[in-house]
């Protein structure tokens, strides 16, 4: 690989990295010691996320026996089905659990990568669409500071956006070309999105499922 293509492949998520920084400074100096409030008045919000992000982790070792049946709400059963899982948050970053990092940093570790993912998925749906690579790099951070995430910073369950807008750069492709990878990225996309936020993507999927129609149409 060429110097040339290897800083094409790292500028984006270096570029949107720095960009998630600078939307949510001061939260770089302080990763490990505070959580983010967005616009909530109150931190139950971001210390729920925090603890479900704990139990996704402590539930990984062991096949997720147990998964829906959370300590909470006792004693009733299957309890962790009234809130948002966030299991591939959970999941992803579950080794630094094991690793005995602070709460706080993986928190906002969380936050951190999922806007340079809401940022990368931007990238690959205005690549999809014929931008330019500038033109796709400036839609890149674009995604990454938009005042929708500054808004619900608190709530790391409505953050998430990547997974539709991949699907929806995946479903542009297929409508295109007609081949059976870009469908099954739209349907892997989807997926995680749906693993990420559930609330998202039930909000997404009726526009999605358009643009499914529209790309069969297409293809």
Not at 56 to 72: E, K, M, T
Not at 83 to 98: F, H
Not at 189 to 214: E, I, K, N, R
Request: aromatic residues 10%.
């Amino acid at each position: 690989m060429t110097f040339h293509r290897l800083l094409d492949r790292l500028a984006p998520p270096v570029l949107c990295l720095l960009a998630a920084i600078a939307a949510t400074w001061p939260l770089l100096p302080s990763i490990a010691s505070a959580l983010p409030l967005g616009t909530e008045h109150e931190a139950t919000v971001p210390l729920f996320n925090l603890w479900t992000l704990w139990w996704d982790a402590d539930r990984v070792p062991h096949g997720f026996s147990g998964l829906w049946n959370a300590p909470i709400f006792h004693p009733l059963e299957g309890t962790f089905t009234f809130s948002e899982p966030l299991l591939l948050q959970g999941v992803t970053l579950s080794p630094l659990w094991w690793m005995g990092a602070p709460p706080a940093a993986i928190y906002n570790l969380t936050i951190l990568c999922t806007l340079v993912c809401n940022g990368l998925a931007t990238r690959s749906l205005a690549r999809a669409l014929g931008a330019p690579r500038g033109a796709a790099l400036l839609a890149a951070l674009a995604g990454v500071t938009l005042p929708y995430a500054a808004k619900v910073l608190g709530v790391l369950p409505v953050l998430p956006l990547f997974g539709t807008i991949w699907a929806l750069a995946a479903l542009v492709r297929f409508g295109e070309e007609g081949e059976w990878r870009p469908a099954a990225l739209a349907v892997l996309s989807y997926a995680a999105q749906f693993l990420a936020g559930q609330q998202m993507a039930l909000l997404s999927f009726p526009f999605l499922l358009l643009a499914g129609l529209a790309a069969l149409s297409g293809a």
